[in-house]
């Protein structure tokens, strides 16, 4: 398994990113100054030295309802101008549309510059001057409500999108069991100079250069079948069979080592709390069957093959430092001064394999600390976890005062 990490460009993964959504704008710190300037007094010039994570579904919502003391909790950080960050491993929509209803569920002012999602890092592949510069290739976009994950894909800069749609809809022979009803209203004509001059055969040709999961697959089948068929395709042409598959005298028996796609996923989740009483499968569900299938056929780990994948979202190192770096940034407001060093982070959260095990594993280049707080509104409900976090709490108001107990700081009137 090849794990991505984002550490090693950190500067350049930021300052990319940011200019690819706007954020940290002049303007937005004129409309929300309450979410950005950390003084905790007014006579203070600097942020204190910690700051909050929070995840969002579990901790501060479920499903589509705020959880109770959420907006509490938000609101007191915001008026003692305490510095957080949403931290989610969620997404399927672009950062705008998804702060904007986090503030309406939530009633609290919120800003892009406060909120990182599982796909806010991948806006660096179209924006890297490097190897990994994506732009103008031609990327499968895979996951997510109809083509909503298509249009944030194009937000971020990638100019050639395809989704599994138009693939479908073009080529419907590809996968016998599909709903061409579902997939046609979302479907485009494929671009003309993805083919070859073999289309008339009727196989696909499209050719593709990586393949993004943005969010939970909605057609797993389909799905599964697709990213399956450009794994093992000559150098991402759909519908091709590369020769050198199985080859016990090339690395990973050949495998994967004629120039197929790049895969991405943008988290590892494998369960999240919906508003079901039980956990539901989330992309890890789907990153597990579609490896399964892979092993199947290619006989797997017992037969020296290993799947070949780029990770993205907690608990990886660089998601983290990423998060890191947001909150260094929107902790100093200009002309208010210096904020001063970030020396702990309390990361809150429900799941133990994401939010606790990155929080414990993260080590941070700056040296900043990083506290996991695990709550019990989401994933998470009893027993002892598979990573351990340094408390367990009932809810996120629970888990704010824990921290702020740590800092020193008075806690009677969060009571």
Same mark, same amino acid.
């Given at each position: 398994m090849a794990t991505f990490c984002l550490g090693r460009r950190s500067a350049t993964l930021t300052s990319s990113i940011c200019r690819s959504l706007n954020l940290l704008r002049p303007?937005? +710190?004129?409309?929300?100054? *309450?979410? /950005?300037?950390?003084?905790? #007094?007014?006579?203070? =010039?600097k942020a204190p030295s910690f700051a909050f994570a929070f995840d969002i579904d579990g901790v501060l919502i479920r499903?589509?309802?705020? +959880?109770?003391?959420?907006? *509490?909790? /938000?609101?007191?950080?915001? #008026?003692?101008?305490? =510095?957080?960050?949403?931290?989610?491993?969620?997404?399927?929509?672009?950062e705008q549309e998804r702060v904007q209803q986090l503030s309406r569920l939530l009633d609290v002012p919120l800003d892009t510059s406060m909120f990182v999602q599982s796909h806010t890092p991948f806006a660096e592949l179209a924006n890297d001057h490097g190897k990994e510069n994506l732009k103008d290739k031609c990327i499968l976009v895979v996951g997510g409500d109809g083509d909503k994950c298509r249009r944030v894909a194009e937000g971020y800069g990638f100019n050639n999108v395809v989704t599994p749609?138009?693939?479908?809809?073009?080529?419907?022979?590809?996968?016998?069991?599909?709903?061409?009803?579902?997939?046609?209203?979302?479907?485009?004509?494929?671009?003309?100079?993805?083919h070859s001059n073999q289309e008339s055969s009727g196989h696909p040709t499209l050719k593709v250069d990586a393949i993004m999961v943005f969010n939970d697959p909605r057609d797993w089948a389909l799905d599964t079948q697709l990213v399956l068929d450009l794994l093992l395709s000559i150098g991402g042409h759909l519908g091709t069979l590369s020769t050198k598959n199985g080859d016990p005298n090339l690395p990973n028996r050949g495998y994967q080592q004629d120039g197929q796609p790049e895969?991405?996923?943008s988290n590892p989740d494998l369960f999240w709390a919906a508003s079901y009483h039980l956990p539901r499968l989330g992309q890890g569900g789907f990153q597990a069957a579609l490896e399964g299938v892979f092993n199947a056929v290619?006989?797997?780990?017992?037969?020296?093959?290993?799947?070949?994948?780029?990770?993205?979202?907690?608990?990886t190192q660089g998601t983290f430092q990423f998060a890191e770096n947001r909150?260094?940034?929107?902790?100093?407001?200009?002309?208010?001064?210096?904020?001063g060093e970030l020396r702990s982070v309390y990361m809150v959260g429900d799941n133990p394999e994401s939010d606790i095990r990155g929080a414990n594993d993260y080590r941070s280049p700056t040296g900043s600390k990083w506290h996991s707080i695990l709550v019990r509104s989401g994933v998470y409900r009893g027993g002892k976890p598979a990573y351990e976090p340094k408390v367990?709490?009932?809810?996120?108001?629970?888990?704010?005062?824990?921290g702020l107990r740590k800092e020193g700081v008075d806690t009677d009137e969060t009571s």
């Amino acid at each position: 398994m090849a794990t991505f990490c984002l550490g090693r460009r950190s500067a350049t993964l930021t300052s990319s990113i940011c200019r690819s959504l706007n954020l940290l704008r002049p303007r937005d +710190l004129k409309q929300h100054p *309450r979410c /950005l300037q950390t003084s905790v #007094t007014n006579d203070q =010039p600097k942020a204190p030295s910690f700051a909050f994570a929070f995840d969002i579904d579990g901790v501060l919502i479920r499903s589509s309802e705020a +959880l109770p003391r959420a907006h *509490r909790t /938000l609101s007191y950080l915001q #008026t003692h101008r305490i =510095p957080f960050i949403l931290l989610t491993n969620g997404g399927g929509k672009s950062e705008q549309e998804r702060v904007q209803q986090l503030s309406r569920l939530l009633d609290v002012p919120l800003d892009t510059s406060m909120f990182v999602q599982s796909h806010t890092p991948f806006a660096e592949l179209a924006n890297d001057h490097g190897k990994e510069n994506l732009k103008d290739k031609c990327i499968l976009v895979v996951g997510g409500d109809g083509d909503k994950c298509r249009r944030v894909a194009e937000g971020y800069g990638f100019n050639n999108v395809v989704t599994p749609s138009d693939i479908i809809t073009a080529y419907p022979d590809l996968w016998p069991f599909v709903l061409l009803e579902y997939h046609r209203p979302f479907a485009r004509p494929l671009a003309q100079k993805g083919h070859s001059n073999q289309e008339s055969s009727g196989h696909p040709t499209l050719k593709v250069d990586a393949i993004m999961v943005f969010n939970d697959p909605r057609d797993w089948a389909l799905d599964t079948q697709l990213v399956l068929d450009l794994l093992l395709s000559i150098g991402g042409h759909l519908g091709t069979l590369s020769t050198k598959n199985g080859d016990p005298n090339l690395p990973n028996r050949g495998y994967q080592q004629d120039g197929q796609p790049e895969l991405y996923f943008s988290n590892p989740d494998l369960f999240w709390a919906a508003s079901y009483h039980l956990p539901r499968l989330g992309q890890g569900g789907f990153q597990a069957a579609l490896e399964g299938v892979f092993n199947a056929v290619t006989g797997g780990p017992k037969n020296g093959v290993q799947l070949h994948k780029k990770l993205f979202g907690k608990p990886t190192q660089g998601t983290f430092q990423f998060a890191e770096n947001r909150l260094r940034q929107h902790r100093t407001v200009p002309q208010e001064g210096e904020a001063g060093e970030l020396r702990s982070v309390y990361m809150v959260g429900d799941n133990p394999e994401s939010d606790i095990r990155g929080a414990n594993d993260y080590r941070s280049p700056t040296g900043s600390k990083w506290h996991s707080i695990l709550v019990r509104s989401g994933v998470y409900r009893g027993g002892k976890p598979a990573y351990e976090p340094k408390v367990i709490v009932q809810d996120v108001w629970d888990a704010v005062r824990y921290g702020l107990r740590k800092e020193g700081v008075d806690t009677d009137e969060t009571s």
